[in-house]
Each structure stands twice: as structure tokens, then as C-alpha cells.
């Protein structure tokens, strides 16, 4: 069998009970016959791996049967979600006990309920992250998208993640067609930053290599925070692509206005990911100068280039000896110079 190398994100839904502050898919939500259904499902390619997102995806009470026909066809899934169904979450779970889970949590109690508008979010989302932890499910974290409202709480919540022994995942904030937004912006970029050079220490402190590269990704968010080119080449749409609940095949939810490659509900997936428009569609991001750093992308591009990441770990931990710091990165030393 050929080695699967192919990302894929299946947006499931549109509709989300979230009213968050730096997103608004919520104001425009599709309606459950719109969305995407499990025959188009099966006509995905055979994948490394799989991740499965909204608007909120645990709204579709069809989640399991979206999970069993993927695993079909993917060496990996994991499930972004913010954790308020908690009982159709643990029943996924005990049915799929290899499915990743990652609850998106803004900081502690009181700003992440403010960011993301669920009456008792973080403790709907945390409780069940503890439930899963609990009942021993191998592959459970949590995800923030720090802002000037929540970076104080960044290491905060890492410390609790490693309580518990999960997974920590970061964002930032981005302007995309995905978010129905074009003013998020963070105000006070070196305050972000310094909290983001904190949590990269604390990663690099570590004995887990896989946090070390963690660290290398959160390195890049500075640099994306400063408006600078991406640290590695994007290949969204060559070996990376998005499906949203439309069936358009998508390269990625980072660009300013979406750009369809087919539609999988009108094709075969050779006849779209080979057709003219799919190339049109590469050749524009190609030529993509947003600039943008989310873990779809920059996943699939740190594997690629594994050495680029891999020396500047060797760099840190070897010859700075586990210590990364903000004065190195010369656009940091010239947004000081100019304040």
C-alpha cells in the first residue's frame, strides 16, 4: 500500500454555540441540509491524517458515522471542538478510543467565558477534558488562540494541560473569509510575545522532544504576530487541502476570499484534485502573501522541512542551553527601537 502523506480538514458544520470574540461563523451558520453528508465523505482520498472541525462539529449528532467512514481512509483523526456536548464527546470516544480530541479554551474561567460567550464555557469545556483524562482516552488537549485579552494566561494554562498530562496547542489571531473577520488585531504585540517567549522557555524546559518543535511553532506565531514572512514555504493545496460543509474543496481557511478547487458532491476527488481549476487554485497559493501561521499549515510544512525546525531545537537546546529569547529576533529589536 502507498504511504498516505495527503492533510485534510473536513469543516463538518457552520453552526456554532459559540459567540466567539475573533471569530463569526456563528452569525452566518449553514443550515443541516447544506452540509456536507457521508457520501461525499467517502469520496475523500485516502489520508495521513484527518481533522475534523466547524463552526462546532459535536452539533451534528452524526459524528460517529462521519468518524467511521473516515477512519476508512485516514491514519489519524482528531476532533476540534469546545467541549460543551460533553456526553456525545465521551460516547465518541469510548466508541473511537484513538480519535484525538482538542477543546479550544481562551485562558482561566472569567476570560475565557468572556472571549468565547458560553455560559459556563470553561467549565463545560475543562470538565470534560478532565472526564476524558480521567477514563484514561490517549489523546486529549486543549487549544487557545492567545490575543491581548487572554496572553497573560498562556503558561496558566499549560500548567494545568501538563496536570493532566495533555496536549497544548496555540493560535493566534487571523483575518480569513473562515472567521468572517478582518479586524482582529492584537494592540500590544510585545506584551503577546513576551507571554509567548514564557510558554516557548517552558516547552524547551522539557524532556519531550515533541514539545521542543512546539516551541519552534510558537516561535513562528511571533513571527507572524510581526507581520514577517513565514518561516517555512507554504504547500496548502499540494499536499494539504480543506473540504468545507459545502463540498467545495478549499487549499486552506487562512486567505481572504475562498477559493474552490471543485466541488466533491459534482466530482470524483482525482477528477477535482487533478482538474484546471485545482491548478488555478494552487497557482494562487503560490502566490499567497498573507503570510498566515495555523498548525494546518504549518504542520504539514514542518514535516517537509523537518531540518529547518530540527536545527533551530538543536540550536536551543544544545547551544543556548533551553533558553529562547525575544532580543534575538532582530524585528523584535526594531519594533522596541521605534516605540
Known amino acids: 500500500m502507498a504511504r498516505r502523506t495527503l492533510y485534510g480538514t473536513v469543516i463538518v458544520t457552520y453552526r456554532c454555540n459559540a459567540h466567539c470574540n475573533m471569530c463569526d461563523c456563528f452569525r452566518d451558520p449553514t443550515r443541516p441540509e447544506d452540509e456536507i453528508t457521508l457520501d461525499v465523505i467517502k469520496k475523500l482520498p485516502e489520508m495521513a491524517f484527518t481533522n475534523i472541525t466547524g463552526g462546532e462539529p459535536f452539533i451534528r449528532k452524526d459524528i460517529p458515522e462521519i468518524v467511521r467512514e473516515l477512519y476508512k481512509k485516514s491514519d489519524r483523526i ?107 488585531k492584537i494592540d500590544d504585540k510585545y506584551k503577546v510575545s ?50 468545507d460543509p459545502f463540498c467545495d474543496v478549499i487549499p486552506c481557511n487562512g486567505m481572504e476570499k475562498k477559493a474552490v478547487m471543485g466541488n466533491l458532491k459534482e466530482q470524483s476527488w482525482d477528477e477535482l484534485w487533478n482538474s484546471q481549476q485545482a491548478e488555478k487554485v494552487r497557482d494562487c497559493a503560490r502566490n499567497c502573501t498573507r503570510n498566515c501561521w495555523m498548525i494546518g499549515s504549518a504542520s504539514p510544512a514542518m514535516h517537509k522541512y523537518i531540518w529547518v525546525p530540527g536545527w533551530w531545537v538543536v540550536k536551543h537546546k544544545i547551544f543556548k542551553g533551553g533558553k529562547y529569547s525575544l532580543s534575538e529576533n532582530k524585528f523584535i529589536k526594531e519594533a522596541k527601537k521605534d516605540k
Not at 466508541?95 to 475565557?112: A, C, D, H, M, Y
Not at 463545560?124 to 488537549?141: A, F, N, Q, S, W
Not at 507571554?195 to 524532556?207: D, G, P, R, T, V
Open 78 to 184: 482528531v476532533i476540534s471542538t469546545n467541549g460543551y456536548f460533553t456526553d456525545r464527546i465521551i460516547a465518541l470516544c469510548k466508541e473511537f478510543p484513538k480519535v484525538g480530541i482538542r477543546i479550544s479554551i481562551e485562558g482561566l474561567q472569567e476570560t475565557n467565558d468572556k472571549i468565547r460567550g458560553i455560559p459556563d464555557g470553561f467549565n463545560r469545556g475543562y470538565g470534560t477534558l478532565k472526564k476524558l483524562v480521567e477514563m484514561g482516552h490517549p489523546d486529549v488537549g486543549f487549544g487557545m488562540t492567545v490575543q491581548d485579552m487572554n496572553c497573560e494566561d498562556l503558561v496558566p494554562l499549560y500548567e494545568k494541560a501538563n496536570e493532566l498530562g495533555m496536549e497544548f496547542a496555540t493560535a493566534t489571531l487571523h483575518n480569513s473569509f473562515y472567521f468572517r473577520k478582518t479586524d482582529n
Open 194 to 243: 513576551q507571554n509567548f517567549e514564557k510558554l516557548i522557555n517552558e516547552l524547551l524546559k522539557s524532556n519531550s522532544p515533541k514539545k521542543w518543535f512546539r516551541a519552534y511553532f510558537n516561535h513562528g506565531l511571533i513571527n507572524y504576530i510581526y507581520g514577517n514572512k513565514r518561516l517555512l514555504p507554504c504547500d496548502m493545496s499540494k499536499n494539504a487541502f480543506f473540504i
